[in-house]
């Protein structure tokens, strides 16, 4: 958690108005996170942080890709990213629960910490099923050995092996 220190946007000293930030989340970011899907990654982050008296807006546009491993043929690819969240930060004396879109800080907080947010966001971003995109020709760029093993498992047999005469009593009542 050391290296996440590195994740921190101190706001205290500026102006209100538009202020940039930069980050980048490689190898090193995602080793910081235990249970992690995300092993390598290279992914760019530009934080927009807006001040204003009574709060802080923070955009964030992430850009990159990040190495993920094929729900279908077990082998690892890259998952294009490019997404953008945005976080509201208000201050309260008394503590409140954050939401999905606004964080709450003391009034004598300093700086936003912004390394496990980046990291949520760049879970956010991936698809619920993780699987290799398809080439130009819409054809998958799985793995064409574990294909055919798959293949193969989904219909065993090539039509020697007799069918169940349960399953042809069933057929009839599906056409009624």
């Keep these: 958690m050391k290296y996440l220190k590195n994740y921190i946007i101190p ?11 930069q980050f980048e989340a490689g190898e090193r970011f995602f080793r910081e996170f235990e249970e992690s899907e995300i092993d390598r990654g290279e992914v760019n982050i530009e934080v927009e942080l807006e001040k204003r008296t009574t709060y802080l807006s923070l955009g964030f546009k992430l850009t990159g890709s990040v190495q993920l491993i094929c729900d279908r043929c077990l082998d690892n690819y890259d998952q294009p990213l490019d997404s953008d969240f945005k976080l509201y930060v208000k201050f309260s004396e008394e503590p409140q629960v954050d939401d999905d879109e606004v964080m709450y800080l003391h009034p004598n907080d300093h700086q936003v910490e912004v390394g496990h947010l980046i990291y949520e966001f760049i879970v956010l971003s991936l698809p619920a ?4 995109p398809d080439d130009e020709n819409g054809e998958s760029t799985c793995d064409p050995d574990m294909l055919d093993k798959l293949d193969e498992y989904d219909h065993p047999g090539d039509g ?17």
């Design 160 to 176: 020697d092996e007799p069918i169940d005469p349960r399953w042809n009593d069933l057929k009839k009542i599906i056409g009624n």
């Design 129 to 132: 099923r993780h699987v290799h």
């Design 11 to 21: 706001f205290s000293g500026l102006k209100e108005g538009k202020h940039q930030f």
